[in-house]
């Protein structure tokens, strides 16, 4: 069975950061395509960074390229999100997903994690 | 970018009822949809990729259909726990969403 489990939400100042990990099983995590796609408050889903298996390429929105940093650790079978500079609008739940064998569409999600920007 | 559009953003539907979302990409997608369905507090779930093919589990209720620009999502016969909130999103071009389509209680 695949299990995501995200960790590492919390309240930050604008301006802080914060690492969001995601612990995986049941899947070969070298193999899959990841994603994390976070929901403001009250708002609708916004996909914001993908890593590639095999090559590791990574892609993110224009509305957080260069603040935050996707990776993984392929030996702890954990994915990250490395969130600097941060703003009120990146408060959010922050979900973890699994990319299908196509890598295009997502078929297995974490229960988010929730990241607070305030002062 | 491609950018995606639902319609509507909310219907109101009673369980029996047939119920017709649409999404529509800025620019050709092929069949790289896919719809997911969204309860309050949980994750999102897939429910069809590539436009029409149903995931394992996911009620027959359920269909999916379009190619290019202009896809649609069925549900047949509404049941209680179909309430929920209807995400298209597309993969041609990296991810987008559309911005949902809540189906409520009538």
């Known amino acids: 069975e695949v299990q995501l489990l995200e960790s590492g939400g919390g309240l930050v100042q604008p301006g802080g950061s914060l690492r969001l990990s995601c612990a995986t099983s049941?899947?070969?995590?070298?193999?899959?395509?990841m994603s994390w796609v976070r929901q403001a408050p009250g708002k609708g889903l916004e996909w914001i960074s993908v890593i590639y298996g095999g090559d590791s390429r990574t892609y993110y929105a224009d509305s957080v390229r260069g603040r935050l940093t996707i990776s993984r650790d392929i030996s702890k079978n954990t994915l990250y999100l490395q969130m600097n500079s941060l703003r009120a609008d990146d408060t959010a739940v922050y979900y973890c997903?699994?990319?299908?064998?196509?890598?295009?569409?997502?078929?297995?999600w974490g229960q988010g994690t929730l990241v607070t920007v305030s002062s | 970018d491609i950018q995606m559009t639902q319609s509507p953003s909310s219907v109101s539907a009673s369980v029996g009822d047939r119920v017709t979302i649409t999404c529509r990409a800025s620019q050709g997608i092929a069949n790289w949809l896919a719809w997911y369905q969204q309860k309050p507090g949980k994750a999102p779930k897939l429910l069809i990729s590539s436009a029409s093919t149903l995931q394992s589990g996911v009620p027959s209720r359920f269909s999916g259909s379009g190619f290019g620009t202009d896809f649609t999502l069925i549900i047949s016969s509404l049941q209680p726990e179909d309430f929920a909130t209807y995400y298209c999103q597309q993969a041609n071009n990296l991810f987008t969403f559309g911005p949902g389509t809540k189906v409520d209680i009538k």
């Open positions: 997903a699994k990319h299908e064998s196509l890598q295009s569409f997502l078929d297995s």
């Open positions: 049941g899947f070969t995590f070298s193999t899959y395509a």
